[in-house]
């Protein structure tokens, strides 16, 4: 009897396990984003896309800009590979994969060329190139091709967003450094009135070309993994203290 | 690596071995001072002192014993070489931001002294080249045909606060590779061009006896067995040897090989910068191949390439080559019979 009286009820234990469920959820979902924007960044660990990360990222808009294509094209793709893991047949997926991504890059292209069209000009070859970009099909390949489709719609978008983050800080070094401007190209996206809003750092600066040539990016690209790793570092000898 | 023995012994320690390098390159700084003006003066200190500077910042930044590595005289070597090959009497910043990737970016992100596989000196003309070409091909002229001979006021005042009054016409010209290079575009011969008062009797007016200066200086480098006669001799018969071929086939367009030899910065190349022993290949074969590569780069880039002179571009490529180079050239180890390989095959 007396063993009774400490036995849990059943609801509040069914409340209790509820309760552990969501917590179990919710660091799931956490881990995915922590992994897209830190941990497992496309950008600065796993190196993945480098292409338009090396050439595009000259200026804060071409950054952002690809950064955003990418990520809507990461998003719907992974969205869509999950929607459709049961029925695409395994030996032949790479090729369905690709076909999904392509598509959908066809759309975000014909969408900005149709409405940013002067940036669609300035990016130019590097939009359908979104297509080859590794990162789109890895995490299409390694996430979305076994996970439901919300975790897979959260996981390219935490990966697209981290990249896009290392894209602008980059983008943003390189052009301060290259040409002492902040927001230069504004006006492609918001029209001529836009171009005003260029921030400029230090005025008649005479501009450091090799930040906005390609070896500029290799550069920039190597201090700010120097950087990351030093901060893990930092914090793991902080933790062991 | 090459076989034993490794150890130089107290004769040639590091300081002591930078110390004997900076003395080789004095006869070329005098005669540099006595043709072109103090200009190199005021470039070899400001390169020195930021050299000095990064250096012990970094060496700080690294925790590493700040005055053993800076005693060493290495940053000094970079900083000379680095000013050597810089054009004088441009302003300040360049000078230090040339120093900045030498030391910080070619030398330290690298692991300091040893490590580096590209020549510091060089990353930071290349750096230079690629950011700033106005500046970096507004070089002075001879003294004896300025319009205006600047003196050490002049010196000072273009470093430090810019142009001013003084134009840049009264005092620069087109340096010998650069002006032949644009006057073969448009058309004329390699034999007219030459004719002209700037060439003087060998390649150029004063960078002739620079270049003969520095030559002397790499003669008493090799006497001191401060370095072997196969870099210099690869790098300088490469380059004869390649520019007297494409001289034979069109002499109309191709200066001769002594032209080729005499100017521009192949001299204090061959003898000071393709023979810094960390970049440089150290097999005996390896130094033939590595050397011969760039001298034949030199031509080719002056010949066909977009910047004037390829000596910096050529030796950096070579550098990149270098572990490749070593890794087939191991010399045969006595004892053995087959080359001894740090990879199995």
Redesign the interface.
Known sequence: MSTQAHEVPAEVAAGEAGLQALGDRWAELREILHNGLWKQNPGIVQLLGLCPLLAISNTVVNSLSLGLATTLVMAISSGSVSVLRNYIPQPIRIPVFVLIIAALVTVVQLFMNAYVHPLYLVLGVFIPLITTNCIVLARVEAFASKRSTAHAVLDASAMGIGLTLVLVVLGGLREAVGKGTLLSGLDLVFGPAAAAWTVHLAPGYQGFLLAILPPGAFIGLGLLIAMKNWLDLRAAKEQRA | MTGAPFSLGPRNSTPRVMLKVLAALVPGIVAHYWFFGPGIVVSLLLTSLAAVGFEAFVLLMRNQPVRLHLTDGSALVTAWLLALSLPTLAPWWLYV?GSFFAIV?AKH?YGGLGQNVFNPAMVGYA?LI????LYMTQWPAPLELAVHAPGWADAFDLVFAGQGALSPDAYTSATPLDSLKTQILAGRTVEAVLGQPIYGLLGGVGGEWVALAFLAGGAALLAMRLTTWHIPLAFLAAVALSAGALHLIDPARHAGPLFHLMTGGVMLGAFFIATDPVTASTTPLGKLVYAGGAGLLTVVIRTWGGFPDGVAFAVLLMNMCVPFIDDYTQPRVFGKTARLRRRAP
């Open positions: 931001a970016v992100l750096a690629v950011s700033f070409p």
